[in-house]
């Protein structure tokens, strides 16, 4: 089976540079869907669904592969080797900014730039490093996503979306991740939340847009201007906003955050 079934690929738009679109945790492809009509017109797009999500084919979900990120980071690869002719620019929100760090380091400058959207390295405090959480915090949430996933679901999908005045999109991403199969979403959330790829940032010397909210208790501010700090090319960009998912509580300052970026690679 090719990528594009596997992983329920779709191609839109027309343009010389193509967007490659990576959602994060508990949802799929149509989280982009606010922001698709701004860049359609400009820029071929490809979204799909990692592997364990969405319409993904979730028989192929192998534990030992995705027990890192980077069996996701293979499927990128194979993605875009199927769907992009030319130039790339990966777009991924959450833990899929990693997914995508890891492509490109793998693929020797496959990329030409990176936009992400409330990404992390790693979510557990270490020393100086501030991540948003404690071990024993990750360790608690991690229980309480094997003992009961439906209600995990439901109590942490309005913190992580936060847009307190637009509850349709807590109520979305509830409903998200209740579709996901919870022994696929248990397995992946351990993936997510232990990893660390702070060791992996210095390494990318494609440029990268950090796309943050001011107020986002996954991915904190502190998480960004670390990450900046320690990138070659890493522009931060904080948006005023509530919660992990600006590309959805706030399409028009995401997408002109992206503008900017895009217009500086001369794309």
């Not at 360790?139 to 309005?158: D, V």
């Amino acid at each position: 089976m090719s990528s594009m079934q596997s992983h329920h690929v779709t191609v839109t738009g027309d343009g010389e540079v193509t967007l490659v679109l990576a959602h994060g945790f508990g949802c799929d492809q149509s989280m982009w869907r606010l922001l698709t009509p701004h860049f359609e017109g400009r820029f071929r797009l490809v979204m799909f669904d990692l592997m364990g999500s969405g319409r993904s084919d979730l028989g192929q979900y192998d534990r030992h592969r995705y027990s890192s990120l980077h069996g996701h980071a293979e499927d990128v690869l194979r993605i875009v080797d199927e769907c992009v002719p030319g130039p790339a620019v990966f777009v991924g929100h959450s833990v899929s900014a990693m997914i995508g760090l890891l492509a490109d380091l793998a693929s020797h400058g496959r990329f030409v730039g990176h936009v992400m959207v409330g990404p992390s390295p790693c979510y557990v405090n270490d020393g100086d490093y501030v991540g948003g959480f404690t071990r024993e915090d990750i360790e608690g949430l991690l229980a309480t996503l094997e003992s009961n996933y439906l209600g995990w679901s439901s109590t942490m999908a309005p913190v992580i979306m936060g847009a307190p005045d637009q509850p349709e999109l807590a109520t979305e991403l509830t409903n998200s991740f209740c579709r996901t199969d919870p022994e696929i979403a248990k397995h992946f959330a351990r993936v997510t939340f232990l990893s660390d790829h702070r060791a992996d940032l210095p390494r990318l010397k494609t440029p990268a847009l950090l796309l943050q909210c001011s107020d986002d208790l996954i991915a904190p501010v502190s998480v960004g201007r670390y990450m900046q700090q320690v990138m070659p090319q890493a522009a931060l960009r904080i948006i005023e906003n509530v919660g992990h998912c600006p590309h959805l509580s706030a399409p028009s300052a995401s997408s002109a955050a992206m503008d900017e970026f895009l217009a500086g690679l001369g794309r």
